[in-house]
């Protein structure tokens, strides 16, 4: 048994370490407290200081998003004071677009939209009046923070392959990641439209785009289709749809007129990264498909030594 006099010591430094934790909790709250009125300062001027700082507001909600993980300012209290200030200038929503898609990098888009849902947030508390806030969602790419219901409503909604086209160039364009597309194409597409050509072809045209970089010559950005490949696998899963892909490139190749190398470059990276089997490529080698005639023969020319290494390394594998 501890003796009064341990048992003083031992009480005194339970009770000393306690103060200590609680000390420490103080000051990360006042730290947070301090850190957040600044940032309401900030967000006072923020729209002037757009003009020389156009990613002002991704790094408002780089600033931001720490304040909402690990147990800090609950979202609905924090969303509604970030943006009081910036409902009048029709800014809120671009800022709490931002602060979403950092904190998908850090947690499930469903865990983020159920804490949208759990703070009972709404987009037209934070968009100006003439602002359709279903449009701007599905725009913005944030359609987990509906419920399920909204989102089989806005999944009825027909979009045309220009409407399609143009978003997927958006989101690569904005470097969105997969995770990203697939839940814009859930929400807006079923599963008609996704195995469509209006959508294999633009999907195709849109990523391979993207992964153009430089200027006379261009080159293969074989990194970002890398990344994209998962997203070409979901979409692109039978010899029909990677007929129709490939079809596509040919298109953006002739629109390039850049044939020469350029597509060789494609069709080594797609065929690296299992997007297109070699029945696919033979298939588009031998189609005669008379809509699909124009640049072909370019395209055929330009993809020569391609095919020839194919056939080798499959004479190859069979021999052994």
């Not at 993207?210 to 979409?235: C, F, H, W």
């Amino acid at each position: 048994a501890l003796t009064e006099e341990e048992l003083e010591k031992k009480s005194t430094a339970i009770i000393e370490e306690y103060l200590f934790i609680y000390i420490c909790f103080i000051l990360e709250v006042l730290e947070m407290l301090f850190l957040f009125y600044l940032l309401l300062e900030v967000l006072e001027v923020a729209e002037d200081m757009e003009i020389d700082i156009p990613h002002i507001w991704l790094y408002l909600a780089e600033l931001i998003c720490p304040m909402l993980q690990e147990g800090g300012i609950p979202m609905g209290p924090l969303f509604r004071e970030v943006s009081k200030p910036l409902v009048p200038l029709g800014k809120a929503g671009v800022l709490l677009v931002e602060i979403l898609r950092l904190l998908c990098k850090a947690m499930s888009h469903k865990k983020v939209g159920a804490m949208w849902r759990d703070a009972a947030l709404s987009w037209k508390d934070f968009l100006p009046e003439d602002k359709d806030a279903n449009k701007f969602v599905t725009e913005e790419g944030v359609e987990f923070t509906l419920g399920e219901e909204c989102v089989r409503k806005s999944s009825k909604v027909t979009l045309s392959p220009e409407d399609i086209s143009r978003e997927l160039e958006r989101l690569l364009q904005e470097k969105a990641d997969n995770q990203r597309i697939f839940d814009w194409v859930e929400a807006n597409l079923d599963e008609q439209q996704t195995s469509s050509d209006t959508f294999v072809r633009p999907l195709m045209t849109a990523v391979c785009q993207s992964a153009i970089i430089g200027e006379n010559p261009y080159k293969v950005d074989a990194t970002e289709m890398t990344q994209r490949a998962k997203l070409l696998q979901r979409y692109i899963n039978n010899e029909q749809k990677e007929l129709q892909a490939l079809y596509a490139l040919q298109s953006l190749m002739m629109q390039l007129e850049q044939c020469a190398y350029l597509l060789r470059m494609f069709f080594d990276v797609l065929y690296d990264e299992d997007v297109i089997k070699e029945e696919g490529f033979y298939r588009w080698e031998s189609s005669k498909d008379p809509a699909e005639q124009q640049g072909k023969g370019v395209a055929l020319k330009s993809v020569t030594a391609f095919f020839t290494w194919l056939r080798e390394a499959e004479d190859e594998s069979d021999s052994s």
